[in-house]
């Protein structure tokens, strides 16, 4: 800033001087502003990246190895899964928690606790974390399973499904499908995550 005297001498300041400095200090200012921005984006995308690819190599075959893994056993063991009973089951234990989801988040998560209270919180978490993947195996299995039999898809040795009589299963198909978009409920039918949440 540079000071100067008027008529009477009294010191004045240039204004010229200071609105030029000030737009220097402002466009500085913005530049940081825009790189800081350039560089959260950079590493907003990395990470947005990194959850992609984690996702999709890492957690999908994870979760697809688990219902697998549910599936089987349940085939295995089929005398104790009956179709009817895994799809009604399932769907009762999917009710059951869905209506009971904000009084359990409650009492296991969000209240007060005693450290040993949190172990025990913690626990219960991933208790219903797998009582909801075998419901979800049980309804889907279930499902599935029904719809075979009512479709009458008939099936080889190795289990691969026989032309005869699929064209009721591709009729099923086209019917859900336009009942989904019908709906708005498409986007259900995607199962894979391709982001995961890390708390």
């Given at each position: 800033?540079?000071?100067?005297?008027?008529?009477?001498?009294?010191?004045?300041?240039?204004?010229?001087?200071?609105?030029?400095?000030?737009?220097?200090?402002?466009?500085?200012?913005?530049?940081?502003?825009?790189?800081?921005?350039?560089?959260?984006?950079?590493?907003?995308?990395?990470?947005?990246?990194?959850?992609?690819?984690?996702?999709?190599?890492?957690?999908?075959?994870?979760?697809?190895?688990?219902?697998?893994?549910?599936?089987?056993?349940?085939?295995?063991?089929?005398?104790?899964?009956?179709?009817?009973?895994?799809?009604?089951?399932?769907?009762?234990?999917?009710?059951?928690?869905?209506?009971?989801?904000?009084?359990?988040?409650?009492?296991?998560?969000?209240?007060?606790?005693?450290?040993?209270?949190?172990?025990?919180?913690?626990?219960?978490?991933?208790?219903?974390?797998?009582?909801?993947?075998?419901?979800?195996?049980?309804?889907?299995?279930?499902?599935?399973?029904?719809?075979?039999?009512?479709?009458?898809?008939?099936?080889?040795?190795?289990?691969?499904?026989?032309?005869?009589?699929?064209?009721?299963?591709?009729?099923?198909?086209?019917?859900?499908?336009?009942m989904l978009v019908i709906l708005k409920g498409l986007?259900?039918?995607?199962?894979?995550?391709?982001?995961?949440?890390?708390?």
């Amino acid at each position: 800033m540079r000071h100067s005297v008027d008529v009477n001498g009294v010191p004045t300041m240039d204004c010229k001087t200071e609105d030029h400095n000030e737009k220097i200090l402002q466009d500085g200012i913005q530049k940081i502003v825009i790189v800081r921005q350039e560089s959260l984006v950079r590493n907003g995308n990395v990470l947005s990246l990194v959850d992609i690819l984690l996702a999709i190599f890492v957690v999908t075959p994870l979760v697809v190895f688990a219902w697998r893994g549910s599936w089987g056993l349940m085939d295995i063991y089929v005398d104790y899964f009956p179709l009817l009973g895994c799809f009604l089951v399932g769907m009762g234990i999917h009710i059951f928690l869905a209506t009971c989801q904000n009084s359990l988040h409650r009492a296991i998560v969000e209240s007060d606790k005693h450290w040993t209270l949190k172990i025990v919180s913690q626990f219960l978490r991933r208790c219903y974390t797998y009582l909801f993947l075998t419901a979800t195996v049980l309804h889907w299995r279930g499902g599935w399973g029904l719809l075979d039999y009512l479709t009458q898809v008939q099936f080889s040795e190795e289990f691969v499904a026989q032309p005869k009589g699929s064209h009721w299963f591709l009729i099923t198909w086209v019917l859900c499908v336009v009942m989904l978009v019908i709906l708005k409920g498409l986007r259900n039918s995607i199962a894979p995550p391709f982001a995961i949440f890390f708390p």
